[in-house]
């Protein structure tokens, strides 16, 4: 393989940029596993994600990230020998950051599959973090069911102890189910993670830092037990035209279900629906975006930018 030119991207701050051309190179000869049945059961409602947009870029960043496992089980077990300790290893914990919209659970689920068929890491569980939404009661309780999706809204210490949980090694740790149907946590539903090789965690502020407590201490955050961690980036105007026309399509479809929680825009006209939805994405959705998610871009050892058709145009690493 032919050296990439520094015309490629960026290379003197924290992060190397890559092409697409020049990304989709580094795994040109990896094979493709994924078949477009599998690819079409992962995709997010209205995400184009092709077969080619897997090799080209989801490939080569899980390609990536069978190095960063590797050495990583190298270092673990130097450090273990070292401190003449003898545990087992602990899983290696990724997390997919972004937008409402952006398709970062397409991202999620694509690493997932992927990973899974690699021959050093089959185990690999995915967790979204709306399940640690506070339940819409609770929610109400504090007068910001309409700020759901803000760091505020979630049990922090909650996801933060499933998180150092898991990290930790437990055999056994669960996490509340959410439903996007009844737009709640589902009572007495909860999803099991036992033991996995690889843990990934996808939601829209899972690389918020910690917190600085009244008397100026800082605790910990979710992010500080990332190996590894990727934000699916574009901009916010291409951002909101998807969430709209996702609004439309879920519409015409999720929203007809009796017993959804959104069945009353269902029975809207088209023109007051998406009026609303608008009012959503300023008020809530594209607010939450620049003031809570994008400033943790930074913090994402990958970024993946996206343009106005959904394909990822530039890819940017964190040097190591």
């Known amino acids: 393989m032919a050296p ?4 490629s991207g960026e290379t003197s701050g924290p992060y190397v940029e890559r092409s697409r051309e020049d990304w989709a190179q580094l795994a040109r000869s990896t094979p493709m596993t994924l078949d477009e049945e599998t690819l079409s059961r992962l995709r997010g409602m209205n995400d184009p994600t092709s077969l080619r947009e897997v090799v080209e870029v989801y490939l080569p960043l899980t390609r990536l990230l069978s190095e960063y496992f590797r050495n990583f089980g190298d270092l673990y077990r130097s450090t273990h020998d070292f401190l003449r300790l003898s545990v087992e290893r602990t899983p290696f914990v990724i997390g997919v950051a972004g937008s409402v919209a952006v398709g ?16 050093q890491h089959p185990h690999v569980e995915l967790v979204t973090t709306d399940g640690f939404l506070f339940p819409n009661a609770e929610l109400e309780r504090r007068n910001a069911l309409h700020r759901k999706g803000f760091p505020e809204s979630y049990d922090r210490r909650a996801l933060l102890r499933f998180v150092m ?21 589902v009572p007495d539903r909860r999803i099991v993670v036992n033991q996995p090789d690889i843990l990934i965690v996808e939601g829209l502020n899972v690389l918020q830092p910690a917190r600085q407590r009244a008397d100026g201490t800082t605790g910990l955050a979710v992010s500080d037990f990332f190996d590894f961690s990727v934000y699916v980036d574009a901009a916010p105007d291409d ?51 620049m003031m809570n998610i994008r400033p943790t871009r930074g913090r994402a050892t990958a970024i993946l930018r996206k343009g106005a058709n959904h394909e990822v145009r530039w890819v940017r690493i964190r040097k190591v």
């Open 104 to 119: 970062k659970s397409t991202t999620a689920r694509l690493l997932k599959e992927l990973l899974s068929r690699w021959p």
């Open 239 to 289: 951002i909101k035209s998807w969430f709209l026309q996702r609004f439309a399509t879920l519409r015409e479809t999720a929203f007809r279900n009796p017993e959804s929680f959104f069945r009353r825009f269902a029975e809207m006209s088209e023109t007051e629906a998406m009026r609303y939805a608008d009012r959503v994405w300023d008020t809530i959705n594209g607010p939450n975006l």
């Open 165 to 185: 949980d898991v990290k930790s090694g437990k055999p056994e740790v669960s996490a509340p189910v959410y439903s996007h149907l009844s737009y709640d946590i």
């Open 4 to 7: 990439m030119s520094l015309e």
